[in-house]
Structures are given as structure tokens and as C-alpha cells.
């Protein structure tokens, strides 16, 4: 599989922008940072300079050589050339989220106030639509997107758990972003963790179901019985 060269360096763009305002910041940053907030938006946590300034670009830097070489290990690694501007735009979002929440934290570390309990989900609702809208456009793989034992075993289950599971995906991260500015406080990470979780409960029943009604299903490796003429 070939990366596209112009994805790429904008991802190393993100990443030395971040190293870069670590670098730039720690001279004059205090010893104690904030590195966590309640779901009130106020700050809950605090570390020192490493934890604060360079545990997330160290983490963004470890998900982009993730994904990068995920592909290289997949089993079904010749369909991602089919939907490679799609893995980009998957793997360009999440970076963008984690240098979004970076960004706040250094805002906050120059005296500025950030209402943490609204801008993040309002980051979360967008990386939700981004990936919604991502998944009608992905081919079976096994890193990226539902992957059941069935949408794995059956095209129809995976077609077809994606292109509603999109739908479904693209729905919540609209509505987290419309509560974000009038729901309670402690109301948002409730939605969004009961959206999430609902989701993945109606992924194992929807591919369950579409998968037995597809004729075309095969078993999942290693899961056939095995040939009696080579069976001890």
C-alpha cells in the first residue's frame, strides 16, 4: 500500500507543531500543569512539565506510526488501496482531535480560560461525523471500521452494518455538538457514552442479523470443522 505523500506530511506538520510549542513552552511553563478536567470543565488533575507537554504529541506521534503500519499487518491489506483516501481521512481526523485538545491546554497555560466542558464535546461531535460519514466508504479489513465475527465473515453484514452504522454515527456526533452549548454539564459525557455504547450493541445485533440472512457467508477462520481425511 502507498501513502499519499501529501496526507503524510501534513500529519508531520501536526506532529512537529506540537513538539515545537512543547519546546517553546517549557522554559517558562510552572512546574504544575493542569492534565485533566471534570465533566464541569474545571480542572481536576494536575502533573509536571512532562506529563502535561509532551505525553500527548509523544501519544498523536505513536497514533500516526499505528496507523501508518496497521495496513502492513492486515490480513485483507490488499483492499485498502480501494478506500486509501478514506484510512487518510480516518487517520487525519483523530490527529487533529488530540492537537485540538493540545491546543487547549496550551491556551490555558498562557492564563486564558477554555471552556473545556463544551468545546471537547463539540471536538468529539465533529470527529464523529467525520467518521459516520467514513465508514459507507470502507472495505473489510480488520483494524478499521465494525468489525464483528460477522460483518467479518459476510459483505452484506459489513456493507451494509457500515452504511447504517454511518448514518447512525453522523446523528450523534450532530446532536452532541447541537446539546454541547445547552446541555448540563455532567448531561454531555452521559450522551456520549450511552450513544457510543448503544451503538456498539446495535453493531453486534444488526451484523448478527444481516449475516444470517445472507447466503453468501462464509465461517470465520479457523472456525470450519476439520477435514476428516486429516483429522487424527
Same mark, same amino acid.
Given at each position: ?34 492534565? *485533566? ?29 499505528? =496507523? ?28 487533529? =482531535? ?14 486564558? *480560560? ?9 471536538? =468529539? ?14 472495505? $473489510? ?6 468489525? %464483528? $465475527? ?8 459489513? %456493507? ?11 446523528? =450523534? ?15 454531555? $459525557? ?25 447466503? *453468501?457467508?462464509? $465461517? ?13
Amino acid at each position: 500500500m502507498k501513502a499519499t505523500g501529501r496526507i503524510d506530511a501534513l500529519h508531520l506538520t501536526i506532529l512537529g507543531g506540537m513538539f515545537l510549542a512543547a519546546a517553546v513552552t517549557w522554559p517558562s511553563a510552572p512546574d504544575r500543569l493542569p492534565i *485533566h478536567w471534570n465533566a464541569a470543565g474545571d480542572a481536576d488533575g494536575y502533573g509536571g512539565k512532562f506529563e502535561a507537554l509532551l505525553v500527548l504529541p509523544c501519544l498523536a506521534l505513536a497514533q500516526y506510526v499505528l =496507523l501508518r503500519v496497521l495496513p502492513l499487518a492486515d490480513p485483507g491489506r490488499a483492499n485498502y488501496a480501494s478506500f486509501q483516501g478514506t484510512y487518510d481521512s480516518v487517520r487525519l481526523a483523530v490527529l487533529v =482531535l488530540l492537537a485540538a485538545v493540545y491546543a487547549m491546554l496550551h491556551v490555558t497555560i498562557r492564563g486564558r *480560560h477554555v471552556d473545556v466542558a463544551l468545546v471537547l464535546p463539540i471536538l =468529539l461531535g465533529g470527529l464523529f461525523v467525520v467518521l459516520g460519514n467514513s465508514f459507507g466508504k470502507l472495505r $473489510p479489513n480488520w483494524f478499521v471500521g465494525i468489525r %464483528t $465475527p460477522w460483518t467479518l465473515s459476510s459483505k452484506a453484514a459489513w %456493507t451494509r452494518t457500515h452504511r447504517v452504522g454511518g448514518w447512525l454515527m453522523v446523528a =450523534l456526533g450532530l446532536v452532541v455538538m447541537a446539546a454541547a452549548p445547552f446541555a448540563g454539564r455532567r448531561a454531555l $459525557p452521559v450522551l456520549v457514552i450511552g450513544g457510543s455504547v448503544g451503538m456498539a450493541v446495535w453493531s453486534m445485533a444488526y451484523s448478527y442479523w444481516v449475516w444470517r440472512h445472507d447466503p *453468501h457467508k462464509v $465461517p470465520p477462520a479457523g472456525t470450519s470443522p476439520a477435514d476428516p481425511a486429516h483429522s487424527a
